[in-house]
């Protein structure tokens, strides 16, 4: 089993920065595909972008494609989200997922969760 704390959310502006990270427990968290998700209010959670194991393959939403990036850090246990030019439509409580897949890009395919941290982005 695996825990999940997600940290760095607040409060940005339109085309600013932000860069979350999730730190994870335990000694197996390089045998988990990792990813972020989002849920927006009023919306369905969803994906934004995943990182296989090794984090050599990496999968992106088209909503955050060349503006977001993720990375993961085996030896810290930790994934991170690095997100630029953000948008008030990047508004959203972002959380950190684990999975038993290499890399996936559905919430069904996630197995752990984290708490989730709230981005909030102004215009």
């Known amino acids: 089993q695996v825990q999940l704390v997600e940290s760095g959310g607040g409060l940005v502006q339109a085309g600013g920065s932000r860069g979350l990270s999730c730190a994870a427990s335990g000694r197996t968290f390089s045998s988990y595909g990792m990813g972020w998700f989002r849920q927006a209010p009023g919306k369905d959670r969803e994906f934004v972008a995943g990182?296989?194991?090794?984090?050599?393959?990496?999968q992106y939403a088209d909503s955050v494609k060349g503006r977001f990036s993720i990375s993961r850090d085996n030896a810290k246990n930790t994934v991170y989200l690095q997100m630029n030019s953000l948008k008030p439509e990047d508004t959203a409580v972002y959380y950190c997922a684990a999975s038993f897949w290499d890399i996936a890009s559905k919430g069904r395919e996630y197995d752990y969760w984290g708490q989730g941290t709230r981005v909030t982005v102004s215009s």
């Open positions: 990182i296989s194991r090794s984090g050599r393959k990496i």
